[in-house]
């Protein structure tokens, strides 16, 4: 039958999250996006997509408007059909973004030219071990007294990782600090680090963002307040926990894995002129 499209969120999820639940793991964002169509982040000008062939499901896309659309793990040849489909419909992109070969391939069918790209690696949890040396301080779960301060630092950790910015974080933070998914790292009585997590997804869970403020950089907060997010996790029932890491930054990569964090695939966001 080929692309089918949709704004029907539960249209679209009865076609497409039985496929996308066969690998939590690789397809953690579109689940975890799909959940958040569900109550109600984005707006009615979702753009829903899944691949039907003899009957089945065999591939699935989102876009939730202004980021770029999101691939799960697709065949290729699946992906630059979905771009002629896009094309043929005038539908406005600002990106893409997915494991490397899928983007990759959507880009170079693409009717813009690629303007810039993040490079991602994917990591699951083996066994997590504490950070060496542990530094100073102490986590504690966010409330709702720390909404503007992690608002604020939501925005600053979107503007360095070159995302598109919502035009509010409020209602977002607010509602992962009432699912108690944020958690603060303390050190000398005020926080100087924070990372969420999200409730899990068939066992999955992914951890996200990890952000320390300039200043309090280079003191091992950002390795200790991912440890204390990823416990909660596995506390919270979670049997997979994942994170995605810049592949631009080095010092990142090694800390993740010296707590126990294991490669598992590398992505791309690539953005469109």
Do not use: C, K
Not at 37 to 55: F, H, N, P, Q, S
Not at 170 to 181: F, P
């Amino acid at each position: 039958m080929g692309w089918m499209f949709t704004s029907d969120v539960e249209v679209y999820a009865g076609a497409a999250e039985p496929w996308l639940l066969r690998d939590p793991v690789r397809n953690t964002v579109p689940l975890t996006v799909l959940r958040g169509i569900r109550t109600g982040l984005w707006g009615d000008d979702v753009l829903l997509a899944w691949l039907e062939r003899d009957g089945e499901t065999v591939a699935a896309a989102s876009q939730t408007p202004p980021h770029p659309l999101l691939l799960p793990d697709v065949p290729v040849d699946a992906v630059r059909e979905l771009a002629t489909r896009l094309i043929e419909a005038e539908r406005a992109l600002p990106g893409v973004s997915g494991p490397r070969a899928q983007a990759e391939a959507f880009a170079g069918a693409w009717w813009r030219p690629e303007a810039g790209r993040r490079s991602e690696r994917l990591y699951r949890l083996g066994t997590l071990v504490p950070p060496r040396p542990f530094p100073e301080g102490a986590s504690r779960t966010a409330v709702a007294d720390d909404l503007e301060q992690l608002v604020r630092w939501s925005n600053e950790f979107q503007a360095e990782a070159g995302g598109v910015l919502p035009v509010d974080l409020t209602s977002l933070v607010a509602s992962r600090i009432s699912r108690e998914e944020l958690v603060l790292w303390e050190a000398g009585g005020r926080p100087v680090a924070f990372a969420g997590r999200s409730s899990p997804i068939a066992g999955m869970s992914r951890v996200g963002p990890v952000y320390t403020p300039p200043g309090f950089r280079r003191r091992g907060y950002g390795a200790a307040v991912t440890h204390a997010v990823t416990a909660r996790a596995l506390a919270g029932g979670a049997t997979e926990v994942l994170l995605f890491t810049d592949l631009s930054s080095p010092t990142s990569n090694s800390i993740y894995q010296e707590i126990g964090y294991r490669p598992v695939a590398d992505y791309a966001s690539i953005r469109f002129t």
